[in-house]
């Protein structure tokens, strides 16, 4: 019987609903001690002098730690930008500046939390205030200040594309639309916030139990700060509590390993524990990056789109983190999955004194179709164009060339993902009047088969979008996989060796299926090792919508290693195997020309909103979105994934509001910082799951993890614009906002 498109019951379900299942801030041992960190609590400031005489004669205090106790003094997952610890006594240069709230400035390791915190209090810090600078536009100015003197510019990535001759299509165009677009910061707000344990395990390596992505930078991250050998650094996941980007960068993980490490050289051979607060969670990890978007396109009246000049400006915050990688993601995405035979595209990541932006759901996918899709229906609006139509006109098909000028990967599924979305919302086709949404539509939405109150507005919108399955722009993509077989005359035991993260999603269920289909076995049979650098090896992160497409592909290759030496007699049956998928290349520093990607997944939304305009509400009633996935290894779990990813994404729009004052974070709690909560959910969601196969995926799977995040911005602002009138250009569509623009729109008197 086949495993695969099947719901069967997640590996994890009875260990995470009985509460057997252990997260890092869950791990206790014997005698351990506990830490605390400084953060330096200013966005941008030199370090003159540390003294920490009177943390360490606290009474059960054990240890202290500032930069002179770090080897190599830096970090950073594409650029090592970062200062493990701020403070002078680094082997590095600038290491003694603190670039934003959440910088680390000293470690306290003692008998109990409650010792610790008290030291934290009595180190005395001398420090020297700089300019800050918060917005990037001032940034990039010539006599800005700079965050990083030895790099001679705030502005730290830049790409550029350069295709056919935008200025004469806008000559030509018959109609053009200019927009500046402004997306804001957002908190990941995980569940579990950050925590882990180290230790020194029995073979001498430094070990640290905690939460991530990518077992195996970890590792590498942590081995270059304290200048040792991978081989003597251990890097174990447990059960993590959430992180749709939040986890890809470190927190925690150097600063636990070379307390436990420091320790070890002074005879004390003691376990390290440590767990943040929400308010050190959020000052201390990085967001999703601020955009700001400007953009112009042209189309004739025909509906065929003849242009796009977008200028993109990140803010990347204080440090690197992924930036160079979000940026160019929205670089390509920013276009949206249209052909478009002239682009004009200059895109930025500067620094800032804000808290540092890097990896979150849609890696610059959000932001960059927030801007595209808008773009789109307002040029159906001006041509007077069905929407769905117009995309229907313009949507990539097999062999369309990208702006970056080569052809899309095969497996092109745009258009059958926006038809798959607009029928279920009640658009109609036919040869005379094309893509259309005839009145009585609107009967198909809850509740919507009375009139409403007067002072309710009802509309209708869409978006669709695509995005990246694995790492892009020339990076050496490839994963590992081990499987063993074990039995004498039939195959009584799998075990399989994989490293990738369970972040909530379900990977390891998806893997464990995954096995038992590739090996021929039931599932009961399938054991897991997992995550743990000393007995796997890499298998990239749990990011980029990869993790099913890689580790699929992986497997079956480890499978069938397995198995021709099983059929051979071999006993236990061992198949080791890496993937490695079509490499890609970087932009042309000139042109942009490049091959980003190996493959992508398609999505395409529509929303039914309700807008009070006695109130500035807006209430989702509700979702459809079309997905494909390629194939469904598990349905459930993919429609929870649907379910999760839009919930997250209407909170992006309407409600988080992450409020920064001069690099100060003042939304630093989840009582001040709202996220949705059950009263939040459109009453429907309906999830439409596609499944066309992609040509490299495991089973025909693609990464989905990522998509359904992407349009929602855009659907929601176009459903708001369909009630009211109204284009917003930013959000988070708090009340207040929606409020104002209603009274500037309607001139409605205020009520005495």
């Known amino acids: 019987m086949a495993v695969i498109g ?14 057997v299942t252990k997260y890092p801030g869950d791990f206790n041992h014997p005698e351990q001690l506990y830490m605390k960190i400084l953060f330096a609590h200013r966005p941008h400031a030199r370090i003159r002098h ?8 606290l009474p059960g205090v054990v240890a202290v730690f500032t930069a002179k106790d770090v080897p190599n003094n830096e970090y950073g997952l594409i650029i090592p930008d970062q200062p493990v610890l701020c403070g002078p006594g680094s082997n590095k240069p600038y290491a003694d500046r603190v670039r934003f709230v959440g910088d680390q400035v000293a470690l306290v390791v003692a008998e109990s939390e409650e010792i610790a915190q008290r030291a934290l209090e009595l180190i005395q810090v ?5 300019p800050v600078v918060t917005d990037p536009l001032e940034a990039m100015k010539p006599d800005a200040p700079l965050l990083h003197p030895d790099k001679g510019s705030n502005v730290f990535c830049r790409y550029r594309i350069r295709q056919g001759d935008v200025e004469r299509a806008f000559q030509e165009a018959d109609v053009v ?14 569940l579990q916030p950050e925590a882990g344990l180290g230790y020194i395990d029995e073979e001498g390596r430094v070990t640290i139990v905690v939460a991530g992505q990518w077992t195996h930078e970890d590792q590498e991250q942590i081995a270059h700060a304290l200048q040792l050998p991978k081989e003597k650094i251990r890097v174990i996941y447990p059960a993590i509590g959430g992180a749709f980007g939040g986890r890809e960068d470190m927190s925690i993980q150097i600063v636990l390993a070379l307390a436990v490490w420091r320790l070890s050289q002074r005879g004390i051979y003691r376990p390290v524990k440590i767990v943040w607060s929400r308010e050190e969670s959020i000052i201390g990890h990085h967001k999703r990056h601020p955009f700001i978007i400007r953009t112009k396109w042209a189309a004739t009246r025909e509906g065929k789109i003849l242009a796009a000049k977008v200028e993109l400006i990140a803010d990347g915050g204080a440090y690197a983190y992924t930036s160079t990688k979000v940026l160019g993601n929205a670089t390509v995405l920013c276009t949206g999955p249209y052909e478009i035979p002239n682009v004009w595209v200059d895109a930025y990541a500067v620094y800032t004194n804000n808290v540092p932006t890097g990896a979150f759901r849609g890696f610059g996918g959000p932001q960059a179709l927030f801007a595209a899709e808008t773009q789109v229906n307002k ?3 001006a041509l007077g164009m069905d929407p769905v139509e117009l995309r229907m006109r313009n949507a990539f098909r097999e062999g369309s060339v990208m702006s970056v000028g080569t052809p899309i990967p095969k497996g092109v599924s745009i258009r059958k993902v926006i038809e798959a979305a607009a029928r279920e919302a009640g658009w109609e086709y036919d040869e005379e009047k094309g893509w259309h949404r005839p009145p009585e539509a609107d009967r198909k939405w809850p509740g919507w088969d009375k009139p409403p109150a007067p002072h309710i507005r009802r509309g209708v919108g869409f978006a669709c979008g695509f995005k990246n399955v694995g790492f892009s722009f020339g990076y050496p993509e490839n994963t590992w996989a081990r499987i063993e077989l074990h039995g004498g005359a039939e195959i009584d035991r799998v075990v399989l060796y994989y490293a990738g993260a369970d972040v909530g999603q379900g990977a390891h269920t998806v893997f464990a299926q995954m096995t038992a289909e590739a090996v021929g076995v039931p599932l009961e049979k399938v054991h897991l090792v997992l995550s743990d650098t000393a007995v796997t090896e890499n298998s990239g992160s749990a990011s980029a919508s990869r993790l099913t497409f890689m580790a699929g592909n992986a497997i079956r290759g480890a499978a069938r290693i397995a198995l021709e030496k099983w059929r051979d007699e071999e006993r236990p049956a061992v198949g080791e195997y890496v ?17 980003p990607n190996f493959a992508y997944g398609y999505v395409a939304q529509a929303f039914a909103v309700e807008v009070d305009t006695e109130t500035g509400h807006v209430r ?7 997905n494909d996935v390629g194939k469904a290894i598990h349905p459930k779990m993919v429609q929870g994934q649907i379910e999760g990813g839009i919930i997250q994404a209407l909170g992006y729009v309407l409600m988080e509001n992450f409020i920064t004052r001069e690099g100060y974070i003042l939304t630093d709690k989840l009582s001040t910082y709202l996220i949705p909560t059950i009263l939040d959910v459109p009453p429907r969601v309906r999830s439409l799951i596609l499944e066309y196969a992609d040509p490299l995926g495991p089973w025909g799977a693609r990464g989905m993890g990522e998509m359904p995040f992407l349009p929602v911005a855009a659907g929601v602002i176009h459903a708001v614009h369909s009630a009211t009138s109204i284009w917003f250009h930013t959000f988070p569509l708090l009340p207040e906002r929606v409020y104002a623009a209603l009274r500037k729109t309607l001139r409605r008197p205020e009520r005495a």
């Open 620 to 626: 989702v009633v509700d979702v459809i979105s079309a």
């Open 379 to 381: 040029l159906a609006e």
């Open 126 to 130: 001398d420090y020297e205030d700089l």
């Open 579 to 595: 993937y490695r998928p079509p490499r890609t290349t970087p932009f042309d520093p000139e042109t942009g020309k490049s091959e």
């Open 6 to 19: 099947r719901s069967v019951p997640r590996v994890d379900a009875v260990g995470k609903v009985t509460g």
């Open 177 to 190: 639309v200019e927009t500046e677009y402004r997306t804001p910061f957002q908190e990941h707000a995980y």
């Open 50 to 57: 540390i003294d920490t005489s009177r943390a360490e004669a």
